[in-house]
């Protein structure tokens, strides 16, 4: 019975994770890329350093 349990228990297991989807799609993760990527190219710093004295 102990066996029969194991058996059912990695089963369902496998069925948990197969059935799990990612909530986001291949467009939404280009489009958070480009966003970033904008980000770090438009010339601005936020380094934590300003106002400063030194």
Known sequence: ???ALSIFALA???VGMYS???ETDVQ???ALMKTI???STD???SNG???RDG
Do not use: F, V, Y
Request: net charge negative; glycine share 10%.
């Open 1 to 3: 019975m102990r066996r």
């Open 12 to 14: 369902l297991l496998a």
């Open 20 to 22: 799990c989807e990612p």
């Open 49 to 51: 350093d300003t106002g």
């Open 37 to 39: 990527d904008q980000e």
């Open 28 to 30: 939404d993760t280009e």
């Open 43 to 45: 010339g601005k710093s």
